[in-house]
């Protein structure tokens, strides 16, 4: 496949600082990466990207987690909770029900505060702290605001989080709440919210660390690389393909600028790519709406429902970022019932693997395109979970069986366990 390489390795423009800078995937104006506040370029008002002039191969990483890339990341350090190393796991049963030549899943529930917004928080958080800014601010569906408060905390920041009123999963509002973030509940949904924050953050009340800041992305990117150094260590082989759900889509463009910074030092061949493939809840598919009418760009969805809290997003603002990166890598997009989500919720935990909703959305999204063909049988697969069970809680005890009561005593236990 040929792979636009954009936001590779170039001459440093006068506004580089150690060889990093921005620059705006619309006009392609650059800009210093620390002497101003940006989030979109202020000629045209497209998303920016970080842009490196060198970039390094597999051999030239070191140490562990997040920053066992710093050479890719425009920090030499973050604020970190050590973040990243989370699980490759395979699932054989998955894998033999699908009829796959491998079936793996990365598991970002298993970070600290249990999903992969910590690989953003600990570039951006450490950004922030480079800036000089003193209150950050996101909108969230609940995995942001629990990561913007660990990290907020651990950087003694004081953190705003903005959620959708009675939307939100107890799991992730408990986080926030005692890591110390002040939440405040938004009568209206995500989009809302991220509306608001966009707004403080432009009237210089907040540094707004959603994923239009384009430093989150860069620490998210490193999901993608550990995805390649790991199935190739396992395999000898890159996956075919990458399915993970989206909800903003910045882990679909974090990944997408993750493999175009590996070709370019000829790291990765450009057929070694994975096809990078979206999975959306029927009732927040804006990207696949897009997708399947060859659309440039997306319709906002202003009522969106589905079971996947963290998906339910209307206004993805990494579109732009996340289409070109979908058809380049020859992937695609699907959405899934909250039906078939909650199935996947099932089997993954069959597996003895515990994820939230949404991240079963990726299971489900296989699924489906393997009963339509669009998977073949001959791929190896790596699935991106991105949440941890217990994050909601009351998905989870839906979706699992309900407890049983017995009496006080050994024998009536027997009793009721063999009857």
């Not at 707004?208 to 490193?222: A, C, H, V």
């Not at 020859?330 to 199935?343: K, L, M, N, Q």
């Not at 190896?380 to 979970?385: A, D, F, H, P, Q």
């Not at 699992?400 to 009496?407: A, I, M, R, W």
Request: some cysteine; glycine content about 10%; charged content about 20%.
């Amino acid at each position: 496949m040929t792979l636009e390489l954009d936001s590779a390795a170039e001459p440093s423009p006068p506004e580089a600082t150690n060889g990093v800078w921005l620059s705006c995937i619309g006009c392609e104006e650059t800009y210093s990466p620390f002497d101003d506040i940006l989030y979109t370029c202020p000629d045209c008002n497209s998303l920016l990207e970080v842009r490196y002039d060198s970039l390094p191969t597999f051999d030239d990483f070191s140490g562990s987690g997040v920053w066992r890339y710093t050479d890719m990341l425009p920090l030499e350090e973050g604020v970190s909770i050590q973040e990243g190393d989370t699980p490759l796991y395979h699932v054989p049963d998955l894998e033999d029900e699908l009829s796959v030549s491998s079936l793996h899943v990365k598991h970002e529930g298993m970070n600290g505060t249990g999903s992969f917004k910590d690989r953003g928080m600990t570039v951006g958080v450490g950004v922030a702290q480079r800036l000089g800014v003193d209150r950050l601010a996101v909108a969230s569906t609940g995995n942001t605001s629990a990561a913007l408060a660990a990290y907020g905390a651990r950087g003694n920041m004081e953190t705003l989080v903005l959620l959708p009123a009675g939307k939100v999963a107890a799991g992730k509002v408990a986080q926030a709440s005692l890591h110390g973030a002040r939440i405040l509940e938004v009568d209206g949904n995500f989009d809302v919210c991220l509306d608001i924050v966009q707004e403080l953050a432009a009237r210089g009340e907040v540094y707004l660390l959603n994923s239009l800041n384009p430093f989150r992305l860069e620490g998210q990117k490193t999901i993608g690389l550990e995805i390649l150094e790991e199935h190739y260590e396992r395999h000898g082989s890159y996956p075919d393909r990458i399915i993970l759900p989206v909800g903003n889509a910045g882990n679909t463009s974090a990944l997408y600028k993750a493999f175009r910074e590996m070709v370019q030092p000829g790291a990765l061949d450009p057929a070694d790519v994975p096809a990078l493939t979206g999975v959306q809840a029927a009732g927040a598919a804006p990207i696949v709406e897009a997708v399947e009418n060859n659309w440039d760009g997306i319709e906002r969805w202003n009522d969106v429902e589905t079971i996947a809290t963290a998906i339910r997003i209307g206004n993805p603002v990494n579109a732009p970022k996340a289409l070109p990166g979908i058809r380049e890598t020859g992937g695609t997009a699907v959405s899934v019932t909250d039906e078939e989500i909650t199935a996947a919720q099932r089997d993954l935990a069959g597996e003895g693997i515990g994820v939230e909703p949404a991240s079963a959305a990726s299971i489900a999204g296989l699924r489906k395109l393997r009963s339509s063909g669009v998977v073949s049988n001959d791929e190896e697969v790596v699935c991106l979970t991105t949440g941890h069970l217990l994050k909601d809680p009351e998905a989870a005890a839906k979706a699992g069986g309900d407890p049983e009561p017995v009496p006080g005593d050994t024998d009536g236990v027997l009793n009721h366990i063999n009857n």
